[in-house]
């Protein structure tokens, strides 16, 4: 299979599993029990509203027809008016995106600047104390509950040491005397551009707990998948051969092995991107972080059933979507996955 | 999430053997023969989860003979005693309700083991069922049944149960059910790919040729020999399943009061962060925490036996 055909195949999949997802999502929003019409008005609206709301959801139209507008808003991003809010759930997802995205972002640069060089050591010195160390710390990492790490980092770092603030993207004075100007949504990058070093302080004081809460089970994670990767290519002859002709040692673990260590452990970002974005729901409201995810632990306190939809389709599609790069870079770097040597996707 | 770990590490565990049990067994009891730098701590951590897990289980299981305070356990109340600190009446406290922290700790462990057991039990199930009669069949409806698992695939897990289990309204039942749904294609791939290698055996077509019916043949001779993989993949997952369903409890989505569980718990103990009773939530989290550690460690160990690159690594 040429590079172009493999492309081509990786994208029509992507689509198609994108169309198969909207099918399920519409299909469970199909099993609610009782009327969205009900639930949008609240318990006591009178019938002939509820019928006037049916009529506007289009909620009495065939199936088929349901489902194409289902899909077209979709695609158009009409996600239609949150039952909480009442505002176009687009909207608010809009405002929030940006500051999920910044944990996101921030919990995968910390997962692959820690995770790999860990595991790439570990591996180095494997079975050593360090490697040991290492795999314990991984095996915490991997089954530590994020609600509950943050509730602890909570009562250290808030309650007992008083060193770090107890939730929020900034202090409300901050917000009051310098506040950020939005460019980017990214509260760090926003103000580090308009030169606001009061606020960019108080918004790194701010996402430490977040976002070490939410790196926890990637770096432990990066870290076993370099480490296993890298015991498998370190076995290999080239590198024995290197170590013959007197290569430095740091020479050969970080340029040569990591150069193919690193495509199968690129497979993580699909899996932290996923565990940031759900770990989001569960710890946003904990540390008030105006997100994507406190936006829909509220949707689930509320039964705003059309804001679930919205953010699972959305969160859904991103997730797809960078799946679809990593392949495609996995690709890019290894020549025998774009000739369909090894089977991936 | 955990499990989406556990399979990237899985995928290779392809060594026949006879079912999960013995396998866990003989990883525990017989560590891969003929390693002379055999990784002592490997063992010792999996010797310590086995001691840890069979703990947990007996004291879930006798609840109401450990705790003086078994009604607590099971949701009485006792406003008079409300959130004390750690004593030795009551060695993780009491809750907002004046309820024995340990008691409904413990009350809590049978939550958590039954639903994980029940998820993983529903998603091997179903998942192979499909995998198999995808690998067996072939041709289109293996392509349609794989698709369809892709499809499942695509969603961040929890995100979907979470949503499912909303519209299903909150309750145990809707909780496993709703994390089920996204735990099966895990299992669906595995064994589809171990099917596909046994659609050609020669035991397998010998079936055929005298005469065996189809469902006869998959029942019979395909999915026996799926499980082994399936199994080695469940027992991994069990840490994850238990983690998943403590998260719904978390965001209230889990079993109703007041029944106790681990994440409505640790939920309900988030406001006394900022009072200072911090033992409301950490008992429980600690529960937690240590029970997925100790699956996980078990599943590790499981994971080392079955699979060749697993021993490789741990030999080397």
């Known amino acids: 299979m040429s590079g172009i055909r493999y492309l081509l195949r990786r994208l029509v999949l992507a689509l198609l599993v994108m169309l198969g997802a909207l099918t399920v999502t519409f299909a469970i929003s199909h099993v609610i029990p009782g009327d969205p019409a009900r639930l949008y008005l609240g318990a006591r609206a009178s019938e002939e509203a509820i019928v006037a709301v049916r009529a506007d959801l289009g909620l009495d139209d065939p199936l088929p027809v349901q489902f194409v507008r289902f899909v077209s808003n979709a695609v158009q991003g009409e996600f239609g008016y949150s039952y909480r809010t009442k505002r176009p759930i687009i909207e608010d997802l809009a405002e929030r995106l940006p500051a999920t995205m910044e944990l996101v972002v921030l919990a995968t640069i910390l997962a692959l600047a820690v995770g790999v060089p860990a595991g790439v050591l570990a591996a180095a010195r494997f079975a050593s104390g360090f490697d040991r160390v290492m795999r314990v710390v991984s095996i915490l990492g991997v089954s530590m509950p994020a609600f509950w790490l943050a509730l602890l980092l909570q009562l250290f770092f808030f309650l007992w040491l008083d060193l770090l603030p107890l939730g929020g993207r900034l202090s409300q004075t901050t917000s009051f005397l310098h506040p950020v100007t939005t460019l980017t949504g990214f509260h760090l990058v926003d103000a580090a551009l308009t030169g606001n070093w009061v606020a960019w302080r108080d918004a790194v004081a701010h996402a430490i707990l977040p976002v070490v809460v939410l790196a926890t089970f990637p770096v432990s994670l990066t870290l076993r998948m370099t480490r296993a990767s890298m015991l498998d290519v370190l076995a290999e002859t080239h590198i024995t051969a290197a170590r013959a002709a007197g290569l430095h040692e740091r020479e050969i673990l970080f340029r040569l092995a990591l150069k193919n260590a690193i495509v199968p452990t690129l497979t993580v970002l699909g899996l932290v991107f996923a565990f940031s974005i759900t770990g989001a729901v569960l710890i946003e409201s904990i540390f008030k972080w105006p997100g994507l995810g406190s936006y829909m632990l509220d949707a689930i306190l509320n039964d705003d059933i059309p804001v679930l939809f919205a953010v699972t389709l959305v969160v859904t599609v991103i997730y797809i979507v960078i799946n679809l790069l990593v392949d495609l870079l996995q690709a890019g770097l290894d020549p025998r996955i774009r000739l369909g040597e090894s089977s991936v996707g | ?316």
């Open chain 2, 1 to 316: 999430m955990i499990r989406e770990f556990g399979s990237v590490r899985a995928v290779s565990a392809e060594r026949p053997a006879s079912g999960a049990a013995r396998t866990l067994l003989a990883a525990l009891v017989n560590p891969p023969a003929g390693s002379a730098r055999r990784h002592v701590l490997g063992d010792r951590l999996a010797a310590g989860a086995l001691v840890a897990l069979a703990v947990i289980v007996m004291l879930a299981v006798a609840a109401p003979l450990v705790t003086p305070h078994a009604d607590q356990g099971r949701g009485a109340t006792s406003i008079e005693d409300k959130l004390l600190a750690p004593s030795l009446a009551h060695p993780f406290g009491t809750d907002a309700l004046g309820r024995d922290v340990l008691a409904r700790v413990l009350f809590g462990a049978r939550t958590a083991l039954a639903s994980g057991l029940a998820i993983v039990l529903i998603g091997v199930v179903a998942g192979t069922l499909l995998g198999a009669t995808a690998g067996y069949v072939g041709g289109w409806l293996d392509e349609a049944i794989m698709r369809v698992t892709d499809v499942f695939l695509a969603f961040p897990p929890l995100l979907l149960a979470m949503t499912v289990a909303v519209v299903l309204q909150p309750s145990l039942e809707n909780a496993i059910l709703a994390i089920a749904i996204t735990w099966w294609p895990w299992y669906a791939r595995i064994a589809r790919g171990q099917a596909i290698s046994l659609r050609e055996r020669h035991y397998v077509r010998a079936a055929r040729g005298i005469g065996v019916s189809h469902p006869m043949v998959v029942l019979r001779h395909v999915l026996p020999n799926v499980m082994t993989p399936v199994w080695v993949q469940a027992t991994l997952d069990l840490g994850a399943a238990i983690l998943t369903v403590s998260a719904l409890g978390f965001v209230g989505l889990g079993v109703p009061q007041p029944t106790a569980d681990w994440g409505a718990m640790i939920s309900e103990g988030r406001i006394y962060v900022q009072t200072g009773h911090w033992w409301v939530p950490t008992f429980p989290g600690l529960a937690l925490f240590v029970t997925i550690m100790a699956f996980n460690l078990a599943g590790d160990a499981v994971h080392m036996a079955t699979s060749p690159r697993g021993r490789a690594m741990q030999d080397a």
